[in-house]
């Protein structure tokens, strides 16, 4: 979906690392979320926010941290990179009171080497 | 065990059959259940939802809650070669601030349709 962009779409990076992947929408939804994806276990929830001033860790938070710059954009940080964060990861929007609908980014393939 | 099962697949079907995917689940608070469909290389994009109990129909999906069985079923028929992908059930509990609204997701099962 365009209107959830993320960057960078791939990345390959070395044990011990930091690294940022950045997410942005202009959708005007309220709700970001970072998730990541591994085979067979679905989406897991990393950190949440329901606006600037609101961050929340999710089930998964050990090892990253994010940032809400502004209501569009919400960031996630791996401090320092270890090969168990290869993974899928997804951005999402969501407008408070959409109950149903979380609107998902293309996703950034990371590589932990 | 997860909190969400789903059979990872993949399932294969000619097309023109009638596709079956289905979750179970652990957690008798959920109220809100979706399907979501994730083709290769992009983010799940929401397919159907259903609150609670019951069916819903959505031209050839159709989805099924059993609360009482914590059993969710979607049925895609006359399958086509487009509708290959990967279906992931997800379940939340509501608008409650402390869960985020937070989607509790199935694996997914992959869903191949053979032209």
């Known amino acids: 979906d365009a209107d959830v962009t993320q960057t960078p779409r791939n990345r390959i990076t070395k044990t011990g690392k930091r690294i940022m992947l950045e997410c942005s929408q202009t959708k005007g939804h309220d709700r970001m979320y970072w998730y990541r994806q591994d085979p067979g276990l679905g989406l897991r929830l990393i950190y949440y926010s329901f606006d600037v001033k609101d961050i929340n860790k999710g089930e998964i938070s050990d090892g990253y941290s994010v940032s809400r710059q502004a209501q569009a954009k919400f960031s996630l940080s791996l401090e320092s990179a270890i090969p168990n964060q290869t993974a899928l990861y997804f951005c999402?929007?969501?407008?408070?009171?959409?109950?149903?609908?979380?609107?998902f980014g293309p996703g950034t393939r990371l590589l932990v080497l | 065990q997860k909190e969400v099962e789903q059979d990872p697949g993949p399932l294969s079907v000619p097309e023109g059959a009638i596709v079956s995917l289905n979750c179970t689940y652990s957690n008798s608070a959920f109220q809100y259940f979706m399907w979501y469909r994730q083709y290769s290389r992009k983010g799940p994009e929401l397919l159907m939802y259903t609150y609670s109990s019951g069916n819903k129909e959505d031209g050839r999906f159709t989805a099924q809650v059993d609360k009482s069985s914590k059993y969710i079923s979607l049925f895609i028929r006359d399958s086509q070669p487009s509708d290959s992908a990967t279906y992931l059930c997800?379940?939340?509990?509501?608008?409650?601030?402390?869960?985020?609204?937070?989607?509790?997701f199935g694996g997914g099962t992959r869903v191949l349709v053979k032209p």
């Open positions: 997800a379940m939340s509990g509501g608008m409650i601030k402390a869960a985020g609204n937070k989607l509790t």
């Open positions: 999402a929007t969501q407008l408070s009171g959409d109950q149903e609908t979380q609107y």
